[in-house]
C-alpha cells in the first residue's frame, strides 16, 4: 500500500511524464498535443490576421514570431481554452501592460472557443465583420468584465446576440 505522503510526489511524476493542457500558458508546461484543436485553431487564425501588428513582447521564447500559448494571458483547464485576456496584458519581463496587437477579422472559428468563461479582446484594432459563430460562446450575456471587444474597429451590422454589447467601436473604415 502507497502511503499518503508519496502520492502527491507521484501523481506529480505521472503528470509531469504525461502532460496536459491546464494552467496558465506562461507559468505551466502546457502540452500543446493535449489541447482541444478548435481552441488551438481559433488562436492560430487569431495571429495569421493579425500578421506583423502583434505585440512582440509576448513572445517569450524569443524566436521572433508569437506562438499559440504566447498570445495574451490564457488559463487553459481540462485542455480547454476558459480565460484569454488580450487587454492589459502583465508582461513577463518587464513592469507595464500592453495590449496583444490583435488586428484584422475576427475569424470564423471564434465559435470553437466555447469554453470560454472570460474573453477581453477590447482595445486592439481587430476590424471588419464579426462572424455569428461568435454566437456559440456561452459568455456572451455574462457582463462587459468576461466578454468585452469594446473599442476595436468592428463594423455593423453585429450578429444579434451582441446587439446591446458592442460598446464603443471605431467604424469610419466601415463600408
Known amino acids: 500500500m502507497i502511503k ?3 502520492l502527491l510526489p507521484l501523481l506529480g511524476l505521472l503528470s509531469s511524464l504525461f502532460g496536459d493542457c491546464d494552467g496558465f500558458n506562461w507559468y505551466h508546461n502546457i ?14 487564425q487569431f ?9 512582440m513582447d509576448m ?10 500559448l504566447e498570445l495574451g494571458w490564457q488559463l487553459w483547464e481540462n485542455g480547454r481554452l476558459i480565460h484569454w485576456i488580450c487587454q492589459e496584458v502583465p508582461s513577463p519581463y518587464y513592469f507595464y501592460e500592453y495590449d496583444c496587437g490583435l488586428s484584422g477579422a475576427i ?9 470560454l468563461v472570460k474573453l477581453r479582446l477590447q482595445s486592439n484594432n481587430l476590424s471588419g465583420e464579426i462572424p455569428t459563430s461568435i454566437c456559440n460562446l456561452k459568455i456572451i450575456d455574462t457582463g462587459n468584465y468576461w466578454f468585452n471587444l469594446e473599442n476595436n474597429n468592428l463594423c455593423p451590422p453585429y450578429p444579434d446576440c451582441l446587439e446591446e454589447l458592442m460598446g464603443t467601436q471605431i467604424i469610419t473604415n466601415c463600408k
Not at 32 to 41: A, N, S
Not at 107 to 115: K, S
Open 4 to 6: 499518503l505522503r508519496w
Open 31 to 44: 502540452d500543446i498535443e493535449h489541447c482541444d484543436p478548435g481552441d488551438m485553431k481559433a488562436l492560430h
Open 47 to 55: 495571429i495569421k490576421n493579425s500578421g506583423d501588428s502583434l505585440e
Open 59 to 68: 513572445d517569450v521564447n524569443f524566436n521572433g514570431e508569437v506562438e499559440i
Open 107 to 115: 475569424p470564423l472559428e471564434i465559435g470553437n472557443l466555447d469554453g
